[in-house]
């Protein structure tokens, strides 16, 4: 029996040494040494320094590819009328039928709330007091990206964006275009007060950290900003585009002085467009450059297989149409039409030209804004600039041609999608013209010369109503969305309706609409523009 | 933590004690079996009463062994009612030893390896011996489990041969891992999965692929028994891994005196069987297209030793070609067992080495990328046959290159089937190592101590090499490498202390322990991806990929480590009434340091009514009841993951998941009541049980406003709630001397529900929790408060009042009238698991003759086939949209028209269609194996101690089934795709020859 209590006794002591030891050592084991500790990132400031790339990369998303598919090409690209799918998708009930799949649409959302929301936050925590042209450059950016959400969605998360851990509240448009002016505003100024500091050049994948140059696209995008809000609002966009157009930086003029992202992928549509067969030339497209005979459609299509030697659109809204069986039979026949041209497909991502800004003063001089200069002399010089970018010749003449217009679409395929042209716009200006006219040939121009950024052309579309391109071929929203009218916007998103019901509730109201597609954005006013 | 295990054995091997006694003598004698016809017993256990002396029988069942005057010698045997005799003067002792009637003796091993007395258990545990597992072979020995243990329900893969089991014990309830626990001899396995199926595009990157388990790589002629713990109460000794029940493998290992080989060799063959119903064109193509697969599975194992030392030494091969064409597996598998005793016995050492290797080239994926099964299906060109395009590539003179051959142009999901086979080809290559040793010390003959410890290593290589005019959306122009490797270990070691005591007619027995299992992943992932990129074409190493950031790198490193110490106890009164108390606490390296630690009790207790009433017939009854609960960690880097560096990419854009508050341990509480009984000299009896379980606080990920700032958080909530009922019946209607039929029912009802997602007090709110993800296709599972796990949601078709579907502007209009069964747009349209299961095996023996059949039947739920819808929106291959037949359709004004089914099915089908239109009642009741097999009646002198052949089937028919693909199959066995048939390899007929030749 002493034999038992020994044994027992040490028992005890062998497990209270045990239990003293289980816990221990056990704090350092979790997690992946193979990635990045907050401590390891802040050697070389890389905290701030590595958010930059993916909120350039994310404006208009380089990678994946079909993540951009969903984000913009079959969405904007589409509605803007500058391209098509051949393939109708899900049996032809897809976004661009408006039998609009909640799946796509979240794309929209989420990718600059993930890489740029996300990103402007942590940098303006980080930097705004110590380094505040680091965070004036990410402001910049911050509003080139979430213009581009409202001008979808309409109200969005914005001035209080992240202050919830959970939930978050909707900014009306109205809200949030006030602040992007002012955060423009207080970006242009601080770049003005730093205009030497060297310590963005690292980081920059547009102007390789010239500010001169950010305080000219600045300017720029806030003379686009004022323009759309135009018709709604017009004396806060004199206001705000006369800030710009007589800022002593002014805005970009010259080709070289516009926004692109240098990229290190692939284009993203170049990979939807050559290797998937996904993407090709828009009908609208087709219509209006050549029946305008403008050069620049040999820079920015291929011609066609369908039509040897030709170029050839597609309708966009294509349905299953009657005959198909299925998706890919019917997209085996509308592969041949026209791809877009490597030429416009290049790693460097378009968002904002030197042409655009033309015309943007063009249509400021219409609406008599001070710094404007003429509208006819922005505009050939728009259009000058667009040809310049492409290294083409020949604009004077183009210019003066008072009498090609667009032309009527034929579809070699399908001959039920043949549609007389909408409009009879010439391309020389014409001074003893209406000012509705005016704007018509403005925006038609302005709408050629941004191609393929499908996204400000469809803003445009909607606001103005030009140029005057082609209604879906079939209209699945069930009455929702007007044919004639097109499509007004996006609904707010499954995962904010799911994670965010009453922000997404109160978002609604401040929309002034149903939540739909056809609900017109606060900027978007019916009626003449004048 | 080791060192202390160390120590401490070391600490008790000083304590053993060497015993003296006198006047020894030598007594021997021959074991034989009672009956006409009396044969030695080899391999008779011969121990000295009180003492830890003992001998084992020699082939021809001679013993020696050394006693006095006055021991007593006890004789055991498994199966065999024990035997003891004193010794007299006379130094010979011959036994004859009775076959046991009452097997309710029986020990059973329970966890950690505690042997204890059936009767004394308190919750539901069922035995499953190796004939059951190898007379209908499986290349995963888990799947011959279906329909034999009441409360399991196995669903195999659809990756054939080599391919992963998806076993659920009592439902599913965790977010996370919902598998048992396998256990090797008392030592939890490690069972990496090797990633799991959860999308129904499948992984761009391979395809969906199945990566496997571990019992796939376990030769199960090696496995001498199973039992099946079902609930907390019986695992809760292994804490958390033991959560969803667990499945004890017991290994053969040498026996002393005898020197015995087995040599079994198997040939199966299989044909593709069920499927959708397809025009004769197609199916006509696609039964060219198919193999008949083979396997063979060929072992031989050898045994023997002598009193003190014993050996098992086994080798067993695999070769399987399957029915895809290109599909094969090669598996060898060596196992070596070494048992010696040491000190008179006081020491026993026991130590075994597993090491097996396993290539498949081609394993079959399931969902729509690189499945060859899309184009195979969909082949339509007009006077052409599939196989004119066995010949599938081409010379592109453009690029001196051979280029795809196909009818029409590929799609991201549709390619020449042959080309995806050979030019898309990939191979995986498992090799795993299982090493262990266990030391037991017999202190005195109440009192033990054993330590055991495993190495228990994993590595899984996959290789793929897509080629060159590879479909655009899959590889780029010049071809595609993707390259993985994971080499997962677990090292494992332990220390137990056994105690038995016997105080007047009070028993105890009790063990006290602690444990250390450290985990361990790396993993290397190289892939030159959809737009990065090879340098020149189809030249597959990773010094070959692009230089941009397209291509994708990655290392990961993951360790895990939980010490816990437990204790157990059971006490017996008379025989009569045993109470069972355990107790566990762990400290897990996943949590908090704050919140590491935490304990969990279970309590148990039965009374063998038999005993303490007389009751006539009844040979034995018991009521048995228990409470569990069991804490839960996380897995490694769950709750503070670090940002990823994405190569060339700078940092991966989101902020990780952070936890919302604190992170509290998952905790799941479960209560089982079951009563057995035995009746007419045990010809009839059975065991019902019901049980419920509720895991609770589970640490969800939660999707949160993008405008929050962050994507997820971590909380734990939620309360899933499992209850059921069980029933296992036996009965022998018929038994005279050369005729035998038993017969046993298995039955297991599970009821689930999602009692709440979230707590009111929670900060975050949400309504579901994501199962499987619908992306942009419209299949989905959702977690539901009210819901069920395993709930599948589709779109569904808008109908009027007379079941017409609603068609509007050419377009099929999707159901808004059940807006709160909708999530996302799409409607609840069943559950994937199965209301109750059904088991009938049957075992008739005639002289030498016996047959075995098993009708594995499951009632209830439903599953979708997103196959067919596949097949109907690419092509106009289905029987249906063959024939043709206009079906009446309305538009939202209410006027009727017509469309043909080719025109309906068109804009139904598709992998975003209306899935809703391709839901089918998962019941099903199959004749699952059947065989006939024939024992040689062997002469004394026969060199062969036991000739068996069989003939055997698998998967036979189906009395009854619904769905178009075998709703038993599953994509995943993971927690995703269940209820759903994503183009998975069809499920197979097998018949086969089955040889055991012992000498």
Not at chain 2, 323 to 351: C, M, S, V
Not at chain 2, 424 to 446: G, H, V
Not at chain 2, 678 to 686: A, K, M, S, W
């Amino acid at each position: 029996m002493k034999n038992t209590s020994n044994i027992l006794l040490s028992g005890i002591v062998v497990f209270s040494m045990i239990f003293s030891s289980c816990s221990e050592g056990l704090d350092d084991i979790d997690g992946n040494p193979r990635n990045i500790t907050q401590e390891q990132l802040e050697v070389d400031f890389q905290n701030v320094g590595s958010l930059y790339k993916p909120m350039f990369e994310n404006i208009y998303q380089y990678t994946p590819p079909w993540s951009f598919q969903l984000q913009q090409n079959l969405n904007a690209d589409v509605f803007s009328g500058y391209m098509t799918n051949p393939r109708p998708f899900v049996a032809g009930a897809n976004n661009t039928t408006y039998n609009l799949v909640s799946g796509w649409n979240n794309f929209i959302w989420s990718v600059p709330y993930s890489n740029v929301m996300n990103n402007a936050k942590t940098i303006e925590n980080e930097t705004k007091d110590e380094f505040p042209e680091l965070f004036a450059v990410s402001q910049i950016l911050k509003v080139t990206a979430m213009h581009r959400v409202s001008d979808v969605f309409g109200p969005i998360v914005y001035t209080k964006f992240g202050e919830s851990a959970t939930t978050s509240e909707y900014d009306s448009q109205q809200e949030a275009y006030n602040a992007f002016f002012s955060d423009l505003e207080e970006a242009i100024q601080i770049l003005s007060d730093n205009i030497d500091s060297p310590r963005f050049t690292a980081f920059d994948l547009s102007y390789g950290g010239n500010y001169e140059n950010w305080i000219k696209y600045a300017n720029a995008l806030r003379l686009r900003l004022a323009i759309r809000i135009s018709k709604v609002d017009p004396t806060t966009a004199k206001m705000e585009g006369e800030k710009s157009l007589n800022h002593p930086n002014g805005v970009i003029e010259t080709n070289a002085d516009s926004f692109f992202v240098n990229g290190t992928l692939d284009h993203p549509v170049k990979t939807i467009n050559n290797s998937w067969g996904d993407i090709r030339m828009n009908a609208s497209m087709e219509s209006i450059l050549v029946g305008y005979e403008d050069p620049r459609v040999d820079s920015y299509f291929d011609s066609s297989e369908v039509t040897e030697g030709e170029f050839k659109g597609i309708r966009n809204g294509l349905s299953l149409l009657p005959g198909y069986d299925d998706e890919l039979a019917q997209k085996a026949d509308y592969i041949d039409f026209s791809l877009l041209a490597d030429d416009v497909l290049t790693p460097r991502v378009q968002l904002m030209t030197a042409a655009e800004v033309f015309f943007l003063k063009a249509e400021a001089a219409l609406r008599g804004w001070s710094g404007a200069g003429t509208a006819q002399a922005n505009y050939e010089q728009g259009i000058t600039t667009s040809f310049q970018q492409y290294s083409l010749g020949g604009s004077s003449d183009y210019i003066t041609n008072a009498i090609l217009t667009p032309k009527d679409y034929v579809d070699p395929v399908t001959p039920t999608n043949n549609i007389a042209a909408l409009s009879t716009i010439t391309i020389a200006w014409d001074e003893a013209a209406t000012n509705e006219e005016k704007l018509e040939r403005i925006i038609t121009q302005k709408w050629i010369a941004m191609f393929p950024e499908g996204q400000e052309a469809w803003s445009e579309y909607r606001r103005t109503g030009y140029p005057k391109i082609f209604p879906v071929v079939s209209n699945q929203s069930g009455g929702v969305v007007d044919t004639d009218l097109q499509i007004r916007r996006i609904p707010f998103v499954d995962s904010e309706l799911q994670t965010n019901p009453d922000g997404v509730a109160d978002a609604v109201n401040k929309l002034g609409g149903s939540d739909n597609a056809g609900t017109r954005l606060w900027w978007d006013v019916p009626g003449g523009n004048f | 933590m080791k060192k202390t295990i160390l120590i401490f054995s070391a600490f008790l091997s000083l304590l053993i004690i060497q015993q003296v006694k006198a006047q020894e003598k030598t007594i021997s004698g021959t074991v034989t079996s009672k009956g006409e016809n009396p044969v030695p017993l080899p391999g008779v256990n011969v121990i000295v009463k009180g003492t830890t002396k003992g001998a084992q029988t020699d082939f021809d069942g001679k013993y020696t062994i050394e006693a006095s005057l006055g021991d007593v010698l006890e004789f055991s045997y498994v199966g065999l009612t024990s035997a003891s005799v004193t010794v007299g003067t006379s130094n010979t002792v011959d036994v004859a030893m009775e076959e046991s009637l009452e097997q309710l003796e029986d020990v059973v091993v329970t966890a950690l390896g505690i042997q204890k007395s059936r009767k004394s258990l308190t919750y539901a545990a069922q035995d499953i011996n190796a004939d059951e597992l190898s007379k209908v072979r499986q290349t995963n020995p888990v799947n011959s489990l279906s329909g034999k243990v009441s409360g399991l329900v196995i669903n195999r893969s659809s990756s054939g041969a080599g391919g992963s089991v998806k076993v659920t014990l009592r439902g599913n309830s965790s977010l996370g891992n919902n598998q048992p626990l396998y256990v090797v001899d008392g030592i939890p396995l490690s069972n990496p999965t090797g990633g799991q199926p959860i999308d129904t595009f499948g992984d761009i990157n391979g395809g969906n692929k199945d990566g496997g388990d571990v019992l796939a790589l376990i030769n199960p002629d090696d496995i001498e028994s199973l039992t099946v713990l079902k609930g907390a109460s019986a695992s809760a000794l292994y804490g958390s891994a033991g959560l969803n029940g667990v499945i004890l493998i017991t290994t053969k290992k040498g026996r002393a005196g005898s020197f015995k080989v087995d040599f079994s060799s198997n040939v199966l063959v299989e044909d593709a069987a069920y499927y959708i119903d397809l025009n004769d064109n197609a199916e006509s193509n696609i039964e060219d297209f198919f193999n008949t697969g083979v396997t063979s599975i060929t072992s031989v194992s050898a045994s023997g030793g002598t009193e003190n030392a014993q050996t098992y030494f086994s080798y067993s091969n695999t070769f399987a070609s399957g029915i895809l064409p290109t599909n094969d597996l090669k598996q060898h598998t060596i196992n070596i067992r070494e048992t010696a005793t040491f000190f008179d016995g006081a020491l026993t050492a026991n130590a075994s080495v597993l090491a097996t290797t396993q290539t498949i080239d081609n394993r079959p994926v399931s969902g729509l990328y690189f499945n060859p099964l899309v184009g195979a299906y969909n082949f339509d060109s007009p006077g052409e046959r599939l196989s004119d395009y066995e010949n599938f590539e081409q010379l592109d003179p453009d690029r001196n290159i051979q280029s795809q051959r196909w009818f029409r142009a590929t799609s991201d999901i549709e390619q020449n089937p042959y080309w995806i086979l050979n030019r898309n080809a990939s191979e995986d290559m498992n090799r795993k190592l299982l090493a262990s040793m266990n030391l037991k010390f017999r202190i005195s003959d109440w009192l033990s101590v054993q330590t055991r410890g495993t190495y228990d290593q994993s590595f899984l290589s996959y290789d793929k090499q897509v080629f060159a005019t590879t479909e655009a959306t899959l590889a780029p122009a010049n071809g595609r490498y993707i390259f993985n490797e994971q080499d997962i270990r677990q090292i494992y070691g332990d220390v137990i202390v056994n105690i038995n005591k016997q105080y007047n007619k009070i028993s105890l027995s009790a063990n006290v322990g602690a444990t250390t299992t450290r985990n361990t992943v790396e993993i290397l992932n190289a892939d030159s991806g959809t737009n990065g990129g090879l340098q020149f074409a189809n030249v597959f190493s990773i010094q070959n990929f692009n230089a941009n950031p397209g291509v994708s790198f990655s290392q990961t490193s993951l360790e895990k480590k939980v010490n816990s110490i437990f204790g157990s106890a059971t006490v017996g009164f008379d025989e009569k009434v045993f109470i069972d108390l355990t107790a566990r606490n762990d400290w897990s390296s996943s949590l908090p340091s704050s919140n590491n630690s935490y304990f969990y009790p279970s309590v148990g207790v039965t009374g063998i009514i038999s005993e303490i009433f007389d009751i006539g017939d009844v040979l034995f009854g018991k009521i048995r009841a228990s409470y569990a609960e069991v804490g839960n960690d996380v897995p490694a880097n769950t709750v503070f993951p670090e940002r990823q560096i994405l190569f060339g990419g700078g940092l991966s854009p989101l902020d990780p998941v952070r936890p919302l508050g604190e992170v509290r341990p998952e905790q799941q509480e479960s209560f089982e009541i079951g009563t057995e009984w035995r009746f007419f000299q045990d010809r009839f009896g059975f065991d019902v049980g019901y049980y419920r379980t509720n895991t609770i606080d589970q640490y969800f990920q939660v999707a949160v406003s993008t405008g929050a700032g962050s994507v997820t958080v971590g909380v734990n909530s939620g309360d899933i709630v499992n209850e059921g009922f069980e029933a296992s019946v036996f009965v022998v209607p018929v038994q005279t001397e050369n005729f035998k039929w038993t017969s046993n029912i298995n039955f297991a009802a599970n009821d689930n529900e999602v009692e709440k997602i979230s707590n009111p007090s929670d900060e975050v709110q949400i309504d579901n929790q994501v199962i499987s993800p619908p992306g942009v296709n419209t299949f989905a599972s959702y977690l539901v408060e009210g819901g069920s796990y395993g709930d599948i949601y589709a779109q569904v078709v808008k109908r009027d009042a007379d079941g017409r579907p609603v068609v509007e502007g050419g377009a099929i209009v999707i159901n808004d009238q059940n807006p709160e069964n909708t999530i996302a747009g799409l409607e609840k349209v069943g559950n994937a698991n199965p209301d109750f299961a059904l088991g009938w095996n049957n075992s008739i023996t005639y002289k030498n003759i016996n047959i075995d059949f098993l009708i594995d039947g499951r009632f209830g739920g439903e599953t979708i086939s997103m196959t067919e819808a596949i097949v109907e929106g690419l092509s106009n291959n289905t029987a249906r949209e063959t024939e043709n037949a206009a079906i009446e359709v309305v538009n939202e004004a209410g006027e009727v028209s017509t469309l043909t089914a080719q025109e309906y099915y068109g804009l139904a089908g598709g992998r975003n269609g209306f899935t809703g239109e391709y839901v089918y009642s998962a019941t099903n009741i199959r004749l699952a194996e059947l065989a006939v097999g024939y024992n040689f009646k062997l002469s004394e002198s026969s060199f062969f101690r036991n000739i068996k052949a069989s003939l055997i089937g698998n998967n036979l028919f189906f009395f009854y089934k619904d769905a178009p693909h075998d709703p038993n199959v599953s994509l995943s066995t993971g927690n995703a795709l269940q209820g759903v048939d994503i183009l998975g390899l069809p499920s197979t007929r097998s018949w086969g020859l089955n040889i055991n030749l012992s000498f």
